[in-house]
C-alpha cells in the first residue's frame, strides 16, 4: 500500500533554485568526535608518556656520560662526550658475569619447574571434581596475598635444615612458593575455557587420557602458557629477598644481590656512573623478553578473560 492510497503526501524533497548551487546535506558529527578533545587527550597522553619516560632516559644517558658531567653542578640533559667507561667498569668487576650466570640459572629453573608443576595442578582443578576443590583454589588466592618477608624466616629455617641454603637449587625451590600458586590461578581460567566436549572427542577418536591432554589441552593453553612464563620469569629475575637470604651462606649471589652491593660499598665510592649501567644491563634480559613475547602476552590476557 502506497502513501497516496491513505491521502498522506510525501515529505516535500528540497530541489535549487534556478542558478544556484545544490543544497549540500550537513555531516552529522558522531557521539563523542570532537577534533579539539582529540588532540587535547593526545597532548595529555604524550606529556604522561614524557614523565613515564624520562627516568629510562636518564638511566640510559648517564652511562654514557664522562666523569666530568656527572659530578657537574648543573646537570646536563645530553653528555658533552659519549664514554663507555662505565661499560668496562661493570665488566671489569669479577663478580659481575657469575652473578648474571646464576640469575639465569635460577630464573630458568624456577619458570621451568613452576610451569610444569603448576599446569598440571591447574588441569586437575579445572577438569576434575575432588573433595576440597574449593578451598585448595581459596588457598592458591591466600598465598599470592602473603608477602615474601612474612615466610622468609621460616622459609630459610626448613631450606637450611634440608641442607640446600647456599645453592642454586635451593633458591629454585623457595622460588615455588610463590611461582606455583600464581601459575595455578592464571592458567586455570584459560584451561576452564576449553570445552570438555574436545577431549571426550579426542578420546573417542582413539586417545588415552595424556593423548587428549597433549593434542588438545596443552596447544589450545599455549598462548597462557606463554604469558604466565613471561610473568614468572620477571618475578624470578627481580626478585631479591630469598635470593639474599639462601645464598648469603654460600658466597654466591645473584644479579640484583650484587647490584645492590656494588651500589653501596664503601670502597668504590658514589660511581653513578657504573651503577645506572649495572642497572640497564641487569634490567635488558627483561626487556627483550617482554618485547619478543610482546604479541603472545596480549593474546594471552584477552583469551583467559572470558569466564573461569
Known sequence: ?????????????????????????????????????????????????AVMGFPIYWMVITTFKTNKDL?????????SSFSFDSYTTIFDDDQFLPSLQNTVVITLGSVVLGLVVGFLAAVAVARFNFRGRNFFIVTMLVVQMVPLL??????FVVMNGAGLTGSAFGVILAYLVFTVPYVIWTLRSFIVNIPTELD?????????????????ILPLTLPGLITTGVYTWIQAWNEFIVANTLLSTGGQRTAMGWLTFYSTTPTRGADYGAQMAGGLLVSLPVIVLFV?????????LTAGAVKG
Open 1 to 49: 500500500m502506497s502513501a497516496d492510497s491513505i491521502g498522506v503526501k510525501p515529505a516535500p524533497v528540497p530541489v535549487p533554485a534556478p542558478g544556484r548551487a545544490p543544497l549540500k546535506t550537513r555531516r552529522v558529527r558522531k557521539t563523542g568526535e570532537n577534533r579539539v578533545m582529540t588532540w587535547v587527550w593526545n597532548a595529555v597522553g604524550l606529556a604522561i608518556a
Open 71 to 79: 659530578i657537574a653542578q648543573d646537570p646536563t640533559f645530553w653528555p
Open 150 to 155: 612474612a615466610i622468609i624466616v621460616p622459609l
Open 200 to 216: 571426550e572427542a579426542a578420546m573417542v577418536d582413539g586417545c588415552t587420557q595424556w593423548g587428549a591432554f597433549f593434542r588438545v
Open 292 to 300: 619478543i613475547f610482546q604479541k603472545k602476552v596480549s593474546a594471552g
